[in-house]
């Protein structure tokens, strides 16, 4: 069984990362002393789990986190640094601070080092979080200890839901536009004002007019959804604010 560390100190670790053409060695002081830190550690860099979902989650939740008085949030895998670099680039994952336990150090002083020889990964860490106040473990979210990869409880809504039980989650909005758009202009700037933050999609980069029909049933743009409801275009996301 996994020890739940929780009122236990992090394991005193060397990161060696690479910044650029240097190599920077970063300890678990600079990273924790003094600070509030969500941790989330997951078995590999670019697998299917971590990249679909752990990753981006924590990503897009990381300003609803720091309000909460969170200082960062750290993504911890057994991987060299030049994969953990070129993984946070390719999730787009600016909001995160990903750290290479590359001989998996850390990992297992947190007793997290699982043997995974049989699909080829060699030893690599258990899925879970923590919240960590000046180097103290304050809670863990370990994944229940049965075959395969467990995906259940070191999500980052879990933790969210956890340091603000009340606290309302951040919407999912998605806007359809194309460039040139006035009234996608329109529409954005509008979500703006209102501090939403939201995903767009642009016509022939990342959709079709297909596409569009099929999930809008219209052609025409911007098309706004929120939370997987449609809202419509520029008027109707306008009305949409005011009626909050």
Not at 165 to 174: F, S, Y
Request: one cysteine or more.
């Amino acid at each position: 069984m996994f020890q739940d560390r929780t009122g236990s100190r992090i394991p005193s670790v060397t990161f060696h990362t690479r910044r650029g053409h240097e190599w920077v060695d970063v300890t678990t002081d600079e990273i924790f002393a003094g600070k509030t830190v969500v941790v989330f550690s997951l078995p590999g860099a670019f697998t299917p789990t971590c990249s679909s979902s752990h990753v981006p989650r924590y990503n897009q939740l990381v300003p609803a986190f720091k309000e909460l008085g969170v200082d960062s949030v750290v993504c911890v895998s057994v991987n060299d640094t030049f994969v953990m670099n070129e993984w946070q680039k390719a999730q787009n994952a600016d909001n995160l601070i990903f750290v290479p336990d590359g001989n998996g150090e850390f990992t297992e002083g947190m007793g997290m080092l699982v043997d995974k020889d049989a699909i080829g990964f060699g030893k690599r860490s258990w899925r879970y979080s923590m919240l960590v106040r000046d180097g103290v473990v304050e809670k863990m979210f370990i994944e229940p200890e049965v075959e395969g990869d467990p995906y259940e409880v070191s999500n980052a809504d879990t933790m969210l839901e956890y340091l603000a039980p009340n606290k309302p989650k951040p919407l999912d909005i998605a806007v359809f536009s194309r460039d040139g758009c006035p009234f996608c202009v329109r529409a954005k700037e509008a979500l703006r004002n209102a501090g939403l933050d939201f995903e767009e999609l642009v016509l022939n980069e990342d959709y079709t007019e297909q596409g569009l029909r099929a999930v809008s049933n219209v052609a025409t743009v911007p098309q706004v959804f929120v939370n997987g409801k449609l809202i419509g275009g520029s008027d109707a996301v306008i009305a949409w604010l005011q009626s909050r």
